[in-house]
């Protein structure tokens, strides 16, 4: 064998999954197709501290971008509230340079790293590669979003982000626009990196991310756009086999990014670890539940969560533009400080069930998802 593992993509779950399994002392390769690590730059890059401090990182000042004090959020009627975040510690990462920080990680722990080398097809123990044939014992399938479109293209998302200069940019705080006629099914956003400095973007089900982008930053106002990223994300949450053969899927090729956010740092993150000390654990059994135990504990951190996202999601798509104006007008400052308090960014659906419940919506909720309604509030 070249390798014990090769693992094919070179985001965080795939460098994470690298470095536990050169941890625990096997060879692995991580090859990555484009011509650096961290680039492109899809992800919005919003994380709580405890949520990469769970994932062995300890961000350099480089990589420590930004920390968010609060969120605003929009309705399409204009109506607004906003969550005081500074009890969630939420920060904002230069994905880059945090890739490139857990790359050094996975390479001190003895992983080989190459870039502009991509997958272009598996035959059980051998794996070509754009440089070549290489044979492992392991293929870790990392490659994101790509690797689910011929899956199911119901569950993508067409957005854009651009990386933007503008005054009107608010520097410690995240806005998001709701509206289900512009950005069906998902919302506009705006992340600030720094001061006067944003990723600002825009998702929803069958539009044209790009000139639905342009329209919303034209009404912000004047800015200057200086990177331009376009790609689809994936919002139908986990995969049903993160396991076949001799294959492990990883990330957001796993479908672990968040179905409310499309966020994914740390539920993928997690799930690159997982899978690496589950990898570890199998080259040295032989025992293929011990292989399966990597989805087990996935599940295990994630699933209940998940599915209260999903739950959301289903109620998201289902509300025109009236009922959530509606939610919005019931929306009470003691329930805005209980969610500031008492919310995680990691697990946010206790917070969601908290603003679907509020005097005034639940019967506009109960009449939308009937009995499902009642799993969201367990």
């Known amino acids: 064998m070249d390798y014990e593992v090769i693992v094919a993509g070179g985001s965080v779950s795939g460098l994470l999954c690298a470095r536990e399994i050169a941890r625990l002392g096997h060879s692995v390769l991580v ?5 650096e ?8 890059g919003v994380v709580s501290v405890s949520g990469i401090e769970e994932l062995g990182v300890v961000p350099t000042r480089g990589t420590l971008e930004n920390k968010i004090r609060s969120a605003s959020i929009i309705s399409p009627a204009g109506k607004s509230f906003t969550l005081d975040a500074r009890a969630q510690k939420v920060v904002v990462l230069d994905r880059r340079d945090f890739d490139k920080q857990i790359a050094h990680q996975a390479k001190n722990n003895g992983a080989e790293i190459r870039v502009r080398t991509s997958l272009k097809e598996i035959n059980g123990e051998e794996v070509k590669t754009s440089e070549g044939v290489l044979k492992c014992n392991i293929i870790v399938d990392a490659r994101g979003v790509s690797s ?4 199911d293209r119901g569950g993508m998302l067409q957005s854009a982000q651009y990386e933007v200069y503008a005054d009107w940019i608010k520097k410690d705080r995240i806005e998001v626009y709701f509206d289900q006629e512009k950005y069906p099914g998902f919302f506009a956003w705006i992340i600030p990196t720094q001061t006067d400095v944003a990723k600002v973007g825009v998702a929803g089900k069958g539009i044209n991310a790009a000139v639905t982008l ?8 004047k800015h200057s756009v200086v990177r331009k990223i376009f790609a689809p994300i994936w919002i139908k949450g986990p995969i049903e086999n993160f396991v076949t053969k001799n294959i492990v899927t990883i990330g957001d090729a796993a479908g672990q990014s968040k179905p409310t956010t499309a966020g994914g740092i740390y539920s993928c993150g997690l799930g690159g670890i997982f899978a690496g000390r589950a990898i570890s654990k199998y080259l040295e059994s032989g025992n293929q539940p011990d292989l399966l135990k990597y989805q087990n504990a996935w599940s295990e951190k994630f699933d209940h969560e998940f599915q209260n ?3 959301a999601r289903k109620l998201l798509e289902r509300f025109d533009n009236k009922a959530i104006d509606k939610l919005f007008e019931s929306v009470t400052p003691q329930i805005l400080e209980e969610i500031s308090k008492e919310g995680t960014f990691d697990f946010h659906t206790v917070s969601l069930a908290k603003l679907l419940g509020v005097k005034g919506s639940v019967k506009t909720v109960q009449a939308i998802l009937g009995s499902e309604f009642r799993r969201l509030l367990t």
Do not use: V
């Open 309 to 311: 996202m999903l739950l």
């Open 214 to 221: 342009e329209n919303f930053l034209s009404q912000k106002g």
């Open 37 to 44: 690590i961290g680039t492109p730059e899809h992800c919005g």
């Open 31 to 35: 090859i990555e197709e484009d011509y």
């Open 148 to 151: 689910l479109i011929h899956k």
